[in-house]
């Protein structure tokens, strides 16, 4: 949940800078970028984009997968709140 608040926080600025900026096209892009960078890279983390029998192989050891699923959910709670802010802009502006 610490990921998380960081994440909010980059949303709600975002949010406020698009009601105080005439342009808010170019937060909402940025806004984008800064939360689906770091959801696909959770996703190559977790191995969400390979077949169960590769990630099978690629986590033999349980420490290792477990230290990177947690990482993996960090960089996805993190993302999701810009993505959402993102779209909160797109709709309300």
Known sequence: MRSLLP???????GIILSFV???????????????????IISGFMSGAYVSGDRVRGNYS????????SGRS???FLFGIPCVLAAIAIRFII
């Open 7 to 13: 994440g909010l926080i980059v949303g709600v600025l």
């Open 21 to 39: 900026l005439q342009n808010s096209d170019m937060i909402m892009y940025g806004l984008f970028i800064i939360g689906f960078i770091p959801i």
């Open 61 to 68: 050891y349980s420490k290792d997968f477990n230290e990177r």
């Open 73 to 75: 959910t960090k960089l």
